[in-house]
């Protein structure tokens, strides 16, 4: 029974023994797992980590792509825009080109109406023709001067200023017209012949302060106004009326010898008595007007003014 019971000790000690074993080299093992377990878990997580931290390195790269994106989209865009922007440049100069030719167009068109309506008075632009129409619906050019004045060689109450001048034709036919009243012993004298814009501004403004703009209106030419700024017209006189430019001149045998014989020579009695409401001047017997001998002999015979004439010629 020892040898039994030694036996069977020997064998619970070595089961014990192997059990012992086997449980401590399953604990080694299974640290030794845990082990690998935790370094595998510290790979997958420093993988994780890597993966965590690759998205921001990503993204960067993403980033450039979308930044890149941007940029070639901010590219495009500016393609886009320059696309558009061409054109729209071109468009634009051409746009500014056509502006700036509308803009020319409108200032032209603005300095052509504040020309021609100044003071609601419209602009004539026949100045050179004989038969320019110049009154009080009538203006010339504020910058005309006519460009052929000459000094007819006839007794003047003046001895010098542009009053003594004329333009050449008309100088020359009013020194036949004087010729020929001094053969006919008719004495009259050149009292007054071109008279610049500025003069007659001068003039108009200084009856303005005597008598009032609308008084002075009724006897006074405005500037631009007056037909002897066209240098084809001459106020004359005689000692009759003691050289002045009054009504009664026309009663003088040096009036009435003009209204005869001035049309022979060009000349036409402007403002003729009776005719105020057309001309919208008084009766002016001392203002000759030259339009060429065949207008004035016409617009003589026919009694008729230059308006009149005008209108049905
Ligand atoms: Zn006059």
């Not at 129409?133 to 005309?144: A, I, Q, Y």
Request: hydrophobic share 30%.
């Amino acid at each position: 029974m020892k040898k039994k019971n030694k036996l069977i000790f020997f064998m619970i000690l070595f089961g014990t023994v192997f059990s012992l074993g086997f449980y401590a080299r399953s604990i080694e093992i299974t640290e030794i797992f845990n082990d690998l377990k935790n370094e595998a878990e510290e790979v997958i997580e420093e993988d994780e980590n890597t993966v965590e931290d690759n998205p921001p390195s990503e993204n960067p790269s993403d980033n450039e792509l979308v930044n890149n994106k941007s940029n070639e989209e901010n590219n495009q865009n500016e393609n886009t825009k320059d696309e558009p922007n061409n054109p729209e440049d071109e468009d634009t100069e051409e746009e500014q080109d056509n502006y700036s030719e509308e803009l020319a167009e409108h200032i032209e068109e603005h300095e052509e109406s504040l020309e021609k309506d100044p003071e609601g008075e419209k602009i004539v632009t026949n100045v050179l023709d004989k038969l320019v129409l110049v009154n009080k619906e009538f203006n010339l050019p504020s910058d005309f001067t006519p460009p052929d004045l000459v000094e007819p060689n006839i007794p003047f109450i003046v001895d010098e200023g542009e009053r003594r001048y004329m333009r050449e034709e008309a100088a020359r036919s009013l020194e036949d017209l004087f010729s020929c009243a001094e053969k006919e012993q008719i004495g009259i004298i050149g009292v007054s012949g071109y008279r610049s814009y500025e003069t007659q501004r001068r003039i108009f403004n200084n009856y303005v302060e005597q008598n009032g703009e609308e008084e002075a209106n009724k006897f006074s030419a405005r500037p631009g106004q007056s037909e002897h700024q066209t240098g084809l017209a001459m106020d004359v006189s005689s000692a009759s009326v003691d050289f002045g430019l009054r009504q009664s001149f026309g009663e003088t045998k040096e009036g009435q010898w003009l209204i005869e014989n001035a049309p022979d020579f060009g000349f036409i009695i402007r403002y003729p008595e009776g005719k105020e409401h057309i001309t919208g001047y008084i009766y002016e017997p001392w203002h000759l007007r030259y339009v060429g001998e065949e207008h004035a002999q016409k617009i003589s015979e026919k009694g008729v003014t230059l308006e009149q004439y005008l209108e049905q010629h």
